[in-house]
């Protein structure tokens, strides 16, 4: 294993039971969450993990925070297996990794002050040893994320916040324990497009001023570009394309990347362009198409393809696929 | 989910709740203190030959079920007495065929006298329910249309204090009231009435229903009103009802074909759950009217002892209550198709 | 009897106004408060109260045996010439002792289960909403009656049974708000945290769940006193302790009826319903605090429009302008908050406008305007909607019905909620055909609904199913079915790929666009999205706090914007074609509408703001050439 690597994933897969549980029988079906995912996170990275809803890409990051147990594969943190732990051993490592959710609405507690709320993870995990050194951690935390001064806001609820303010506050509170990885779930997506750019901003700039690597999960190819350093995209439990930003923006590989690239709207009439539109949806996870299983969607699908199963296609030293069009 | 799916977990639980009363009221009987044995025969003129005539009479003899004599842990009795010879196996097989033992007041199967009586309490339910869920939806549904105007804050008002009303204070008052206007003072028909053709005495039996069941809608319709409407409120605040709007549809269209329905849901719901106070109620109205009813008959059995009678009218009507729950469960499942693809 | 089916919706409170003050707004619960706090000092000062002591006959003689209320007896005297008022004053006591301590022993376990169930689910959960099922479904009162008849009637025994068979309902409702608080994000951000189950338990759930068990706790204490009193006067009362239903028992067995005693009967049973009563009511209140209803409905009459001059018309032939609107919320006690002000565009048939703004910009509200389904608050305060040279501001409900679907339709966001849930899909459709083309062939209907679906790419053997068995982009595309049904000329589709996958999102497009080709549509498009705008409108009406900030030909807002705000938003939005640039963002939040700043509305948040620009709200200034309209000051100087 290489030194750098902060976070290792191999082989990782998640299956639910299809439908609520029976009290007589087992259901049988299930759905593929996560089926076979393995990545790579050095330190300080940013990588951004693009894909439509039900790709799994929820389910990885839950994964990833120990808050749901993979049915299969393995997770290694700082070179030390981290998949199946218990309460007790996880909580050390939780300070490590932290996570943003997509709706800073639903994610604060409404009851709590700003300052309760980013003082907690502290208290949990027994740091807040005295109230000098816990005030210093909660005002240095929320001052990280661009809450100055942090008087203004401590007496705070949630509610007197607007949206940009309150995923701050969440940043804080994450930042507050100065973790190595920050999972980010649709930082932005809820937030208006003129204040997009300011956490997206900011996450950059913890990047560099933190140290911290990044995972940042988006359905928005286009809100990735400027601060990624990397680019997996998903498909139906799989990653189908991974490769530097540049590599899977301007030389995207596999058809379902294309896709996605070409609908992406330009902000601009005078580039009006040819959009390749998949038609249909994602299929459920329960029953997966045979061979590829983007096949039925895609454009460009020829008779193997029903047939077998792609594995990944190195096309450079960085980029890869799985798309069996690249195979020669 | 498809609807029968749905129908079948929710027979089998209607059966298991079932057999729950059952046991239930079997154990309510032997554990609580004050042996039905002793209560019933406690007379003290009776000579023990007499008394113990009596327990073998009402099985009373017989262990409570294997292994145990009594109720009272300490008293193991023997666990090599056929179970087929307990009280309690006695107890399910009597059930089985329809017998709730002999009422120690009337000296006749229990089975009968409640058999005579159901038909009366469904008489004085139905027609209360119906017309307290008529005035409740009718009322309901005016009163969330026309929101925050005058009709709406006296529907509110008089549903809360119709909610309020204890029901068989309700009753009193009207029976005083109606006591003085020439409504019968109680009872199911006037003396005498029985050799009157059929029609009269039909419109005796209604005139002594009138109050009664006038006491149910009162009760109950405040409840409804108030059900209606806030889950009226709720739907016409729903972005369909918009979209009715931009629809064009008029202001009768929409209430009819996109509120109703959908505000009905919860009632249905309420009404299910509600089954079981209705029985309450009913026990009241039926005490105060002397309405021979089923609750009439629980009444009168807590007053005079008459354990037989208090458990198979306990049993009756805590099954008739599950197997209603189970018919609004279905009427639940055609109203909502959400039900049926869950 | 039936208090304990009171349906409280899992909500989460907002900690948003102290209590009291929101209390206060509501008069019932005023009311309650009062009622209930005047009985409360009743049976704590009983003895002070009551003129005469309860239990013996003192000063009451053998003779007075139902004597009518007097200056004596305030409410004469019960059967055994005891005074009735001093025995009312007591039987408070008993009642509120019963409620409180029954009301007590419900509430906690009913909230534990609740609790219990709701936190760790699964199995266990399992267990024990089935035994709470069943135990609602058992009849209480009888199951009460039928116990308190086997043991002894203390009031002790009588608290008890109440006690144990009334928690049936907290436990429903204590865990359906339990699992509505964990599905929470902020308990899934707790866990992140690696915060354990009881500081979850502690910090996130029960501070949400509190405020639900005070409202029940109050709901249960109501049924307790009801029960109490229906046992006692059932005769199976604690008789060393006169309650009201025991004075009704009395009262009622032992002749008051016969002698025309009414103060007997009525005083006590007055009494009950004014706890009752008092409690439903202080329900009430405390609902209203942890879950303020809107107070409106869509059913609800919106503001007269107010008529103003009519302004020239451009004089061109255009299916729809709209001159000069502007709109307010008018709510009682507060300022008006001018939701969109002095807007004015024009739709020629087949051609496609873009309405771009920023969440609360006003947009939405213009779009229900042109149609007059502005909710009960709005009012058209000025200007004109002419739908082929017809004003519709001011037609009556009637007339706006003709043009609504027929002439304008309308695609709403989120189409989940826009579509009724218990209705077909392809009843949904045919109902607008039924509407508005009463010459329709009615036996072609269901052909027309099959072929509308088949237009938007939906198979006929959807046309039975509900809006629930629909994926997103399916619902989004059977309301544009919908709001094709009655061929009308203009199209509002607001937002109508929001909250979509990006490849749906771009699937409706396309359909959109291909229609709008087709049938030769007008398309109103109202979005957030300048790049979805960019890609396929004519002209673009960039809107902000309520006004037009630019209004222009789509090139000319794309490469050529004026107004800072257009500038500032083109910056923000990430170019693909530019994958390095650093992204801008404009620094600050859109105003509020009911707080809008004093001059231009973009100034606090304008890189080029100057003085005028804080005092003087800027002009809509229509450039000359091309049709270009952009309201701000600099714009004067290039004019």
């Known amino acids: 294993m290489s030194q750098q690597n902060i976070l290792e994933v191999r082989g990782l897969k998640k299956y639910f039971e299809a439908g609520r549980p029976r009290l007589f029988s087992r259901s049988t079906r299930r759905v593929h969450a996560v089926d076979g995912v393995s990545l790579d996170l050095r330190k300080s990275e940013v990588i951004a993990l693009v894909g439509e809803s039900g790709c799994g890409k929820s389910t990885l990051s839950l994964l990833l925070m120990g808050l749901e147990d993979p049915t299969e594969g393995r997770i290694i943190f700082e070179g030390r297996d981290i998949t199946h732990l218990n309460d007790a051993q996880r909580k050390g490592l939780r300070r490590k990794i932290q996570m943003v959710f997509q709706d800073p609405y639903e994610s604060l507690n409404p009851t709590q002050t700003i300052e309760e709320i980013v003082a907690e993870p502290l208290q949990v995990h027994g740091l807040a040893t005295s109230r000098q050194v816990t005030d210093e951690k909660v005002k240095k935390a929320m001052e990280d994320a661009g809450l100055k001064p942090a008087e203004v806001y401590l007496k705070r609820h949630p509610h007197e916040l607007s949206g940009g303010q309150r995923q701050r506050v969440v940043i804080a509170a994450a930042l507050v324990l100065e973790p190595e990885i920050l999972l980010a779930d649709e930082p932005v997506s809820m937030l208006d497009v003129s204040i997009r750019a300011e956490i997206i901003n900011l996450l950059a700039e913890l990047r560099i001023t933190r140290k911290i690597a990044v995972i940042f999960i988006t359905h928005d190819l286009g809100s990735v570009g400027f601060f990624a350093d990397r680019v997996a995209v998903m498909y139906l439990g799989r990653i189908v394309e991974i490769g530097t930003m540049l590599d899977v923006l301007e030389r995207p590989q596999h058809p379902y990347t294309k896709a996605l690239i070409s609908v992406i709207p330009v902000p601009n009439p005078r580039l009006r362009h040819e959009r390749t539109i998949l ?50 | 989910m498809n609807r029968w799916t749905y129908i079948r977990n929710k027979a089998i639980w209607s059966l298991f709740t079932i057999i729950f009363v059952v046991v239930l009221n079997f154990f309510l009987f032997r554990v609580l203190p004050g042996d039905p044995a002793r209560q019933g025969i406690r007379d003290p003129r009776l000579t023990p030959e007499a008394i113990e005539a009596i327990r073998i009479r009402f099985g009373l003899d017989k262990p409570v079920i294997n292994c145990i004599q009594t109720i009272n842990p300490f008293r193991a009795g023997s666990c090599e007495i056929n179970p087929l010879d307990t009280q309690f196996f006695i107890y399910v097989k009597n059930l089985l065929r329809g017998e709730l033992g002999i009422s120690f007041y009337y000296n006749r199967p229990v089975s009968e006298i409640l058999g005579e009586r159901l038909w009366n309490t469904i008489l004085l339910i139905g027609g209360g329910q119906i017309l307290s869920i008529i005035v409740g939806v009718v009322f309901g549904i005016l009163s969330a249309w026309k929101a925050r105007t005058p009709l709406d804050y006296g529907v509110l008002v008089t549903g809360l204090v119709a909610w309020s009303l204890p029901t068989f204070w309700l009753g009193i008052i009207l029976l005083f009231w109606g006591s003085t206007h020439g409504f019968p003072i109680g009872g199911k028909a006037t003396p005498g009435m029985s050799s009157y053709p059929f029609f009269a005495q039909l419109t005796d039996m209604l005139w002594h229903l009138l109050l009664p069941t006038l006491t149910y809608t009162i009760v109950f319709m405040g409840e409804y009103m108030l059900i209606m409407r806030s889950s009226l409120l709720d739907v016409l605040s729903e972005d369909y009802i918009l979209t009715a709007k931009a ?67 306990f049993l009756l009507i805590a099954i008739s209550v599950i197997l209603a729950n189970f018919l609004a469960d279905l009427m639940y499942s055609y109203l909502d198709p959400r039900v049926q693809t869950e | ?261 009414w103060w007997a009967l009525v005083a006590p049973g ?24 809107l107070n409106t409905h869509h059913l609800m009459p919106s503001r007269p429009t107010i008529k ?101 339709s309308i695609v709403f966001q989120g189409a989940m909620n826009a579509l009724n849930p218990v209705r077909t899909v392809g009843d949904q459709i045919a109902e607008t055909i039924i509407k508005h083309l009463p010459d329709f062939d009615s036996a072609k209907i269901p052909a027309r609904v099959t072929e509308l679906l088949d237009l938007v790419g939906i198979a006929a053997e959807h046309k039975e199913q509900y809006p629930h068995q629909y994926s997103g ?167």
């Open chain 3, 270 to 293: 007055i009494g009950i319903i004014w706890v009752v009563l008092g409690l439903i009511l202080v329900g009430q209140g405390l609902e209203q605090v942890l879950n303020p209803r």
């Open chain 3, 473 to 639: 982009g399916m619902r989004q595309r059977a309301m544009i079915a919908m709001a094709l049904a009655c061929n009308p000329e203009v199209v509002i589709a607001d937002e109508p790929t929001t909250a979509l996958d990006v490849m749906i999102q771009a699937q409706i497009l396309e359909l959109l666009d291909q229609l709008r080709k087709k049938l030769g549509l007008a398309i109103i498009f109202v979005t957030h999205d300048l790049g979805v705008v960019a890609e396929m409108c004519d002209r673009v009406l960039v809107m902000y706090g309520g006004v037009t900030a630019e209004y222009a030909a789509v090139d000319t807002i794309y490469n050529t914007p004026l107004h800072p705000y257009t500038q500032e938003l083109l910056k923000a939005f990430p170019d693909l074609t530019k994958p390095k640039k650093k992204l801008s963002s404009i620094p600050g939040y859109p105003p509020r509408l009911d707080d809008l700043p004093a001059g231009c509305r973009f100034a606090p948040r304008c890189p080029a703001v100057f003085d005028r620009c804080r005092t003087e709200q800027p002009a809509l200034h229509e450039l000359a050439g091309e049709l270009h309209v952009v309201s701000c000051h600099l714009v004067e100087a290039i004019k």
């Open chain 1, 279 to 328: 038609q249909g949806e994602t299929p459920n996870p329960i029953d997966l198409p045979t061979g590829c299983r983007f096949h039925p969607r895609c454009p460009v699908a020829i008779a193997i393809c029903k047939a077998s199963d792609p594995s990944f296609v190195t096309l450079s030293k960085t980029h890869q696929a799985a798309c069996l069009l690249l195979v020669k």
């Open chain 2, 247 to 313: 629809k064009g549809l008029s202001t009768f269209q929409i209430l009819k074909d996109h509120a109703l329905k959908n505000g009905m849901l919860p009632l249905v719901t309420i009404i299910a759950i509600n089954l079981g106070f209705t029985v309450g109620g009913v026990i009241q109205i039926e005490s105060v009217f002397s309405w021979p009813g089923l609750g009439g008959a629980l009444f009168e059995a807590v007053s005079r002892r008459d354990f037989p009678m208090l458990q198979g009218g």
């Open chain 3, 1 to 261: 009897m039936s208090i304990q089916t009171v349906e409280i919706k899992p909500i989460i409170p907002s900690a948003s106004k102290n209590f009291w003050q929101t209390y206060r707004q509501s008069r019932l619960g005023i009311a309650g408060l009062i009622l209930l706090l005047a009985i409360l000092l009743t049976a704590i000062f009983a003895p002070l109260l009551a003129p005469y002591d309860p239990k013996s006959s003192e000063g009451v003689g053998a003779g007075q045996v139902y004597n009518a209320p007097s200056a004596a007896h305030w409410f004469g005297t019960d059967d055994a010439g005891r005074d009735v008022f001093s025995n009312f004053i007591y039987g408070a006591r008993v009642s509120l002792i019963v409620g409180f301590f029954a009301s007590f022993i419900s509430v906690f376990i009913g909230g534990t289960i609740g609790i219990v169930a709701g936190y760790y689910g699964g199995r266990t959960e399992n267990i024990l909403m089935r035994f709470t099922d069943t135990m609602l479904v058992i009849p209480d009162l009888p199951l009460i009656v039928v116990i308190v008849a086997l043991t002894r009637p203390s009031l002790l025994n009588i608290i008890f049974v109440i006690g144990i068979f009334g928690w049936t309902t907290t436990a429903r409702m204590v865990r359906s708000q339990t699992l509505a608080v964990k599905s929470r994000k902020f308990v899934l951000r707790a866990r992140a945290i690696g915060a354990g189950r009881a500081h979850i338990i502690r910090h996130h759930i029960l501070p949400l769940v509190m405020p639900i068990l005070v409202v029940q706790a109050v709901l249960v204490v109501s049924v307790a006193v009801l029960n109490e009193s229906t046992l006692s006067f059932l005769g199976l009362g604690d008789p060393t302790a006169l309650s009201w239903g025991q004075m009704l028992n009395y009262a009622f067995a032992r002749g008051a009826m016969s002698t025309g005693a």
């Open chain 3, 308 to 408: 103003s001059e009519a302004a020239a018309r451009s004089g061109e032939q255009v299916l729809l302008e709209v001159r000069n609107l502007s709109i307010n919320y008018i709510n009682e006690g507060q300022a008006p908050a001018c939701a969109v002000e002095d807007v004015s565009f024009t739709l020629k048939e087949g051609e496609l406008i873009g309405l771009v703004g920023e969440s609360g910009c006003g947009k939405t509200t213009l779009m229900l305007g042109l149609l007059k389904l502005l909710p009960n608050a709005g009012q058209i305060v000025n200007g004109q909607v002419y739908f082929k040279n017809k004003e519709i501001t001011t037609l009556s409900d009637d007339e706006v019905n003709k043009v609504r679907w027929r002439g304008i």
